[in-house]
Nanobody, 124 residues
Framework: QVQLVESGGGLVQAGGSLRLLCAAS????????VGWFRQAPGKEREFVST????????WYADSVKGRFTISRDNAKNTVFLQMNSLKPEDTAVYYC?????????????????WGQGTQVTVSS
């Protein structure tokens, strides 16, 4: 079992930056693919970024490429999402998630564990 808690969300002006942190507990974290998803009001949850179990490979949604960076520290059971050049359309609740059954995946349904989410609001 993996438990995930996100933090670092908040209110920021367009063009600003935020760094999200996902703190994990459980002995299976290092063997899990970890990703970030987001959900805006009235919309379905969408993929943002994911990293392989070792952190050596990363994937990003087209909408955030060049602006967001995902990283993980398995020794500390943490995963980060550095968000730069934020846009109002980035406003959403951001979720950290872990998938134990895949080497990599961007599909919401493939993830087994989810955090409670952290709100990111980007003002214009």
């Amino acid at each position: 079992q993996v438990q995930l808690v996100e933090s670092g969300g908040g209110l920021v002006q367009a063009g600003g930056s935020l760094r999200l942190l996902c703190a994990a507990s459980g002995d299976t974290f290092s063997s899990s693919v970890v990703g970030w998803f987001r959900q805006a009001p009235g919309k379905e949850r969408e993929f943002v970024s994911t990293t392989s179990r070792s952190g050596g490979r990363v994937w990003y949604a087209d909408s955030v490429k060049g602006r967001f960076t995902i990283s993980r520290d398995n020794a500390k059971n943490t995963v980060f999402l550095q968000m730069n050049s934020l846009k109002p359309e980035d406003t959403a609740v951001y979720y950290c998630a872990a998938a134990a059954r895949y080497s990599w995946t961007t599909r919401t349904r493939d993830y087994d564990y989810w955090g409670q989410g952290t709100q990111v609001t980007v003002s214009s």
